[in-house]
């Protein structure tokens, strides 16, 4: 039988990376396998220092693991050697859960097969002294002054076999830079999971909800993502929940129900909003709009204010796609670190940035920053008020030039027939 060989390894030292679908699909074809398994999501460009990595869609991160366990257990029997360990206490020390995972690997039944030891939300799992920012070095490390699972893992042959346990680590995001992680990736195999995106959250709630007769209303994983920003899945999760708790047995998650409990996040609504824009969807950028000022004081001056506000994010955000896509025209296929360093842009907000770039038409991005720039004059000028047109109506039509390529029509200037009112 022909199959997918495993990805090369770009993080890891000598272990096999495995896409959760075709890739993990044909490794388990082959019947070896092996012993550990760190199911996380996959990575998506170079993160800094202090961001947090984007999360795994958490439906797929079961559906993985279990994938993993079926086929490790064949021939097992469920009931004597399949364990299950939520890592929720974040213990540091080896003595709870680490202890725990090593005895269970250990205790294999007489009557049963293979042992499966599967460890959950291990998003928090360090090793003692083995979490700091410094490269691993060697293919092996002595177990001497290690924690019992530290010493387990190190002493694990990376290549595939028939081993008598599989340790299965499932963890929502980690920052695969830390040494803990370094050494599973280095002596089991990596499996990446996708990131959770609007689609994979819509079916989340319906998923979530179907047991107990709840449904969501088709456009409410959309509004969700538009509050909240995206790309946290642990916040998109807890939110969408908490919605189907609200909604009840056989009830409904509505967007009028999002509206009302999920407060609005201005840095990432300009984030949706710019999205909408690269992809020529005004309508969807004036929504998110609307979102972003609905919470605004219904007095004039204020709601100005909040107004201007979100036009200095949005100039702010084009003006630094402005500069990676320059440093692009100088260093093509340069890395978000490369680009962070020639520009000052931040590199996490380079790797969500270079999408839109690319979904952008070609003149798009000079036609949006000549359009900022006269909104710019126009909305600190006195135009606006000789006019009494709201600022928060010309931001909504640069939107919409914006997102259509086309350039700001401007208001003519005042004819002094005007003012003979």
Known sequence: MTT??????K????GAVYDAGQGLAAHLSTGLLHALYLVTAAESGQIGRDEDPPGADPALLRAASLQIETVAMKGGDPALDR????YLDGDRDGDGVHALAVRETR????FGGRRVVTILHADALAFSGADADEPTTGRKKKATGLDPLEATIAALDPEPGRPPFVLIVVAERIDRRRKAW???MQHGALVEVPLMTMATL????NDEGAPFGIRADRQVAQRIWDRLGGGDPSRLRQTADRLLLDAGP????????????????RDAGVFAITDAISHGDGTRAITVLHLLLEHASATESERTGEVMKTFGILNGHFAAMLKIHAGLAKQPGASADQLGQATGVHPFRIKNMLPQLRAMRPGRLEQAIASLD?????LKSSAIGDRKVATSRWLERLLLSLAAGQPLRLPARPHIFDTLT
């Open 374 to 378: 006269a909104a710019d004059t126009l």
């Open 182 to 184: 370094k050494l599973l």
């Open 11 to 14: 993080n890891a030292a000598s």
């Open 250 to 265: 056989k009830g409904t998650v509505t967007v009028a129900m999002v509206d009302a409990s999920v407060p609005m996040d």
């Open 107 to 110: 205790n294999v039944s007489l």
């Open 202 to 205: 819509q079916q989340y709630l």
């Open 4 to 9: 997918t060989p495993a990805k090369p390894a």
């Open 83 to 86: 364990v299950v360990i939520d």
